[in-house]
């Protein structure tokens, strides 16, 4: 009967053998051996060796610094990224000598009564306003907040009832922009708009063509114009309209070139928020450190909480903002719709 692979006998573990662990990729350990790669693994582990990494091996003068000083300090030292510092100590059971951070209370009732600055619009460096609490990610059986721009909306329900009207009286034509147009075809069951013919191109077309409702479902187009200005998810989105994400995505993307092309300004194109995310921008309170923070849940009274990475604590916004006397800004960090103008086509292009 046949050995099964995974069952090498424990006489392959010489002192050797040992020494090759943590040396090389376990894979590589593996083929030398004649064995399995999962049971050099199951080895390594065994005897507290870590992986090989060429990039990030550690020598021991390198793990002697481990403790002596905040992982981000140590890591800026040695030139390794602050995860790979913790993951280190972490797993050589080294502990951490980051000081408990003092409570900012503490910091603002010695720095006496700091007035909140004044309210400022959380608008970004490209113009478009959004939300810094609004979540990205939806709870368990929660519903994530109205954020809807009531604006928006409305302006893209009129041009929907434009590009959808049965009117008869010839539009101008969308590829050659002619005006000598005149009607061919009124409104029937099978064709709900009347089609035009262009006699200068001798095209015909509807006032559908050259707009991002050609080929989209007409049914979910008026909920899903209400959903554009909404500061969630191209997943949330997807399960309201019952489509999938990359629909939403192309979706999404198709009007944002169109409101560049009806208004090069963008006035109506940022005011889309649909998939968008955004990381906030403030001087830490504890160590001073200017520039991006992250969000790292909510404070018990409800408001966001930011993490600062250069000293490893969290605290509220509003105690971030009477203590550096600033409102947080906004940054676009991930756009997944963003489209640019051609300066001289004046076309958008994703």
Known sequence: MATRPHKI???????????????VPDSAIAAQLGCHCKTV????????????SAARAWTKEQEALLGTDTDL??????????????????????????????????????????????????TT??????????????KAGDEFPDTEDLALTAYLERELAEVYSTSLHPPACPRCHSRRTELQQKPHARMTVPRFTCMTCRRTFNRIVGTPFVRLRAAKLPLFIRLLSQQIPYEEAARRLGVSYTAIQNWTKKFRIWLLQRD?????????????RARPHIRCPRCGADGEKHLDGYMPTGERRLYCPACGT????GDAERLAQQKVR?????????????????????
Request: charge should be positive; glycine fraction near 10%; aromatic fraction near 6%.
């Open 73 to 122: 300090a140590i890591a800026k030292k040695l030139g390794f990224g602050h995860g790979q510092v913790h993951r280190r100590r972490h797993f050589l059971g080294i502990p951490s000598t980051r000081p408990h951070p003092e409570a900012l209370k503490k910091i603002i009732a010695r720095s006496g009564a700091l007035p909140m600055p004044l309210e400022q619009s959380t």
């Open 125 to 138: 460096s490209t113009g478009r306003q959004l939300l810094i609490h609004q979540r990205l990610l939806q």
């Open 264 to 276: 090069p300004t963008g006035k109506w194109e940022k005011k889309v928020r649909l998939g968008i």
């Open 330 to 350: 906004l940054e676009v960090w991930h756009d997944p719709g963003k489209v640019d103008i051609d300066p001289e086509a004046g076309n958008g292009k994703a």
């Open 41 to 52: 693994r199951e080895r390594r582990h065994k005897l507290g060796i870590a992986r090989f």
């Open 9 to 23: 006998r424990s006489a392959i573990w010489t002192a050797e053998a040992d020494a090759l662990l943590g040396t």
């Open 314 to 317: 969290a605290f509220g916004i």
